[in-house]
Nanobody
Framework: QVQLVESGGGLVQAGGSLRLSCAAS????????MGWFRQAPGKERGFVAA????????DYADSVKGRFTISRDNAKDTVYLLMNNLKPEDTAIYYC?????????????????????WGQGTQVTVSS
Protein backbone atom coordinates (compact mmCIF):
# COMPACT_ATOMS: atom_id res chain seq x y z
CA GLN A 1 0.00 0.00 0.00
CA VAL A 2 1.17 3.55 -0.66
CA GLN A 3 0.07 6.91 0.69
CA LEU A 4 0.21 10.00 -1.51
CA VAL A 5 0.31 13.64 -0.45
CA GLU A 6 0.14 16.46 -2.99
CA SER A 7 1.45 19.97 -2.47
CA GLY A 8 2.30 23.07 -4.47
CA GLY A 9 -1.12 24.23 -5.56
CA GLY A 10 -2.27 27.81 -5.28
CA LEU A 11 -3.49 30.90 -7.07
CA VAL A 12 -1.57 32.13 -10.09
CA GLN A 13 -2.21 34.55 -12.92
CA ALA A 14 -2.66 33.34 -16.47
CA GLY A 15 0.72 32.76 -18.08
CA GLY A 16 2.31 31.88 -14.77
CA SER A 17 3.82 28.64 -13.52
CA LEU A 18 3.40 26.22 -10.65
CA ARG A 19 5.13 23.01 -9.69
CA LEU A 20 3.09 20.35 -7.97
CA SER A 21 4.73 17.66 -5.88
CA CYS A 22 3.39 14.31 -4.75
CA ALA A 23 5.24 12.59 -1.94
CA ALA A 24 4.74 8.86 -1.54
CA SER A 25 5.20 6.68 1.51
CA UNK A 26 4.71 2.99 2.09
CA UNK A 27 5.76 0.39 -0.44
CA UNK A 28 8.65 0.89 -2.87
CA UNK A 29 7.87 3.97 -4.90
CA UNK A 30 9.77 2.73 -7.94
CA UNK A 31 7.33 -0.15 -8.34
CA UNK A 32 4.51 2.26 -9.22
CA UNK A 33 3.60 4.00 -12.43
CA MET A 34 2.38 7.48 -11.53
CA GLY A 35 -0.15 9.88 -12.93
CA TRP A 36 -1.74 13.27 -12.46
CA PHE A 37 -5.45 13.86 -12.97
CA ARG A 38 -7.61 16.93 -12.44
CA GLN A 39 -11.22 17.70 -11.74
CA ALA A 40 -12.90 21.03 -12.32
CA PRO A 41 -16.27 21.92 -10.74
CA GLY A 42 -19.09 20.12 -12.49
CA LYS A 43 -16.74 18.00 -14.60
CA GLU A 44 -15.42 14.48 -14.43
CA ARG A 45 -11.90 13.72 -13.31
CA GLY A 46 -9.64 13.80 -16.35
CA PHE A 47 -6.16 12.64 -17.28
CA VAL A 48 -3.34 15.18 -17.26
CA ALA A 49 0.00 13.36 -17.37
CA ALA A 50 1.59 10.00 -16.60
CA UNK A 51 5.07 8.63 -16.07
CA UNK A 52 6.39 5.08 -16.05
CA UNK A 53 8.09 3.38 -13.13
CA UNK A 54 11.53 4.29 -14.40
CA UNK A 55 10.60 7.76 -15.59
CA UNK A 56 11.66 6.95 -19.15
CA UNK A 57 8.13 7.03 -20.59
CA UNK A 58 5.63 9.85 -20.28
CA ASP A 59 2.29 10.81 -21.79
CA TYR A 60 0.16 13.93 -21.68
CA ALA A 61 -3.35 15.08 -22.38
CA ASP A 62 -3.50 17.09 -25.61
CA SER A 63 -4.64 20.15 -23.68
CA VAL A 64 -1.41 20.33 -21.67
CA LYS A 65 1.20 19.10 -24.17
CA GLY A 66 4.05 21.55 -24.50
CA ARG A 67 3.08 23.33 -21.27
CA PHE A 68 3.23 20.66 -18.55
CA THR A 69 6.08 18.31 -17.67
CA ILE A 70 5.81 15.26 -15.45
CA SER A 71 8.89 13.84 -13.78
CA ARG A 72 9.81 11.65 -10.86
CA ASP A 73 12.67 11.21 -8.44
CA ASN A 74 12.66 7.64 -7.18
CA ALA A 75 15.37 8.46 -4.65
CA LYS A 76 13.01 11.00 -3.06
CA ASP A 77 9.79 9.00 -3.57
CA THR A 78 8.28 12.01 -5.30
CA VAL A 79 6.58 12.79 -8.58
CA TYR A 80 6.32 16.32 -9.94
CA LEU A 81 4.14 18.22 -12.35
CA LEU A 82 5.67 21.41 -13.69
CA MET A 83 2.96 23.60 -15.18
CA ASN A 84 3.96 26.51 -17.40
CA ASN A 85 1.89 29.04 -19.32
CA LEU A 86 -1.12 28.31 -17.16
CA LYS A 87 -4.58 29.15 -18.48
CA PRO A 88 -7.85 29.77 -16.62
CA GLU A 89 -9.16 26.47 -17.98
CA ASP A 90 -6.42 24.69 -16.02
CA THR A 91 -8.24 25.61 -12.82
CA ALA A 92 -9.08 22.39 -10.99
CA ILE A 93 -8.22 20.13 -8.12
CA TYR A 94 -5.15 18.14 -9.13
CA TYR A 95 -4.78 14.56 -7.92
CA CYS A 96 -1.74 12.34 -7.85
CA UNK A 97 -2.27 8.61 -8.41
CA UNK A 98 -0.23 5.41 -8.26
CA UNK A 99 -0.67 2.17 -10.20
CA UNK A 100 1.06 -0.81 -8.58
CA UNK A 101 3.38 -3.29 -10.27
CA UNK A 102 2.89 -2.63 -13.94
CA UNK A 103 4.06 -5.43 -16.18
CA UNK A 104 6.50 -3.27 -18.08
CA UNK A 105 8.79 -0.65 -16.54
CA UNK A 106 7.93 1.56 -19.53
CA UNK A 107 4.15 1.42 -19.34
CA UNK A 108 2.07 4.50 -18.58
CA UNK A 109 -1.65 4.64 -17.83
CA UNK A 110 -3.86 7.44 -19.14
CA UNK A 111 -7.16 6.35 -17.59
CA UNK A 112 -8.11 6.24 -13.90
CA UNK A 113 -8.93 2.54 -13.63
CA UNK A 114 -5.41 1.09 -13.16
CA UNK A 115 -4.63 3.56 -10.38
CA UNK A 116 -5.37 2.00 -7.03
CA UNK A 117 -4.06 4.80 -4.87
CA TRP A 118 -4.97 8.48 -4.88
CA GLY A 119 -3.93 11.56 -2.98
CA GLN A 120 -6.30 14.05 -1.41
CA GLY A 121 -5.78 16.65 -4.15
CA THR A 122 -4.40 20.17 -4.32
CA GLN A 123 -6.28 23.17 -5.67
CA VAL A 124 -4.89 25.10 -8.62
CA THR A 125 -6.62 28.35 -9.53
CA VAL A 126 -5.59 30.39 -12.55
CA SER A 127 -6.95 33.91 -12.79
CA SER A 128 -7.39 35.73 -16.08
Amino acid sequence: QVQLVESGGGLVQAGGSLRLSCAASGRTFSSYAMGWFRQAPGKERGFVAAVSRTGSSTDYADSVKGRFTISRDNAKDTVYLLMNNLKPEDTAIYYCAAASSPISPLIVYTVPRPYGYWGQGTQVTVSS
